[in-house]
T-cell receptor, first 116, second 114 residues
Framework: AQSVTQLDSQVPVFEEAPVELRCNYS??????LFWYVQYPNQGLQLLLK??????LVKGINGFEAEFNKSQTSFHLRKPSVHISDTAEYFC??????????????FGRGTQLTVWP | NAGVTQTPKFRVLKTGQSMTLLCAQD?????MYWYRQDPGMGLRLIHY???????AKGEVPDGYNVSRLKKQNFLLGLESAAPSQTSVYFC?????????????FGDGTRLSIL
């Protein structure tokens, strides 16, 4: 079975502070990993993805994530957040083989709220 | 660039009514998906399609039907709407030619069942 766990449902931070949104997954096969962002009343937008290679992945809006295979984690980080980063963030995993090819499995989301 | 377009954007139904949600993509993607999003639940897969004329069940298929008569369109039907189907519905598409391709999402349909 595959699953994605986002450890924090809500993360409040002050503007210009660093933030880390945590994501762990479980899988017995190789995975592809994604972070999506959802602004209010909008669809999901790809923030970054890990397919292979370097474990540190850089995305849009100054976000980055690190793939840690031994800890089965893919945590999202930003060194200094802005109020405009307030949104819901979803971690997702897909697999490169088998009957589930192409399907995305989502975590339950983390609401990031940035305060002035 | 239209990408993935969902219609309608909002709808209010009465219990027992039927309706169809339309998803259209202009990226020539083979794979299309319907999700529902509920507070604290993330996105859950309802049905998906791996090509024209094919459909398959996802995690929460009960109460929904789908059709993929044309490659660019993926329809989601509610035959007899129930209050438990009040949700935000998202359509997505992807091209798996390279493996690990991200899904592209529409802006959602907000559906309320009274």
């Amino acid at each position: 079975a595959q699953s994605v766990t986002q450890l924090d449902s809500q993360v409040p931070v002050f503007e210009e502070a660093p933030v880390e949104l945590r994501c762990n997954y479980s899988s017995s096969v190789s995975v592809y990993l994604f972070w999506y962002v959802q602004y209010p009343n909008q669809g999901l937008q790809l923030l970054l993805k890990y397919l292979s290679g370097s474990t540190l992945v850089k995305g849009i809006n100054g976000f980055e994530a690190e793939f840690n295979k031994s800890q089965t984690s893919f945590h999202l980080r930003k060194p200094s957040v802005h109020i405009s980063d307030t949104a819901e963030y979803f971690c997702a995993v897909s697999f490169d083989r088998g009957s589930t090819l192409g399907r995305l499995y989502f975590g339950r989301g983390t609401q990031l709220t940035v305060w002035p | 660039n239209a990408g993935v377009t969902q219609t309608p954007k909002f709808r209010v139904l009465k219990t027992g009514q039927s309706m169809t949600l339309l998803c259209a993509q202009d990226m020539n993607h083979e794979y299309m998906y319907w999700y529902r999003q509920d507070p604290g639940m993330g996105l859950r897969l309802i049905h998906y399609s791996v090509g024209e004329g094919t459909t398959a069940k996802g995690e929460v298929p009960d109460g929904y039907n789908v059709s993929r008569l044309k490659k660019q369109n993926f329809l989601l039907g509610l035959e007899s709407a129930a209050p438990s189907q009040t949700s935000v519905y998202f359509c997505a598409s992807t091209d798996l030619s390279g493996g690990g391709q991200p899904q592209h999402f529409g802006d959602g349909t907000r559906l309320s069942i009274l």
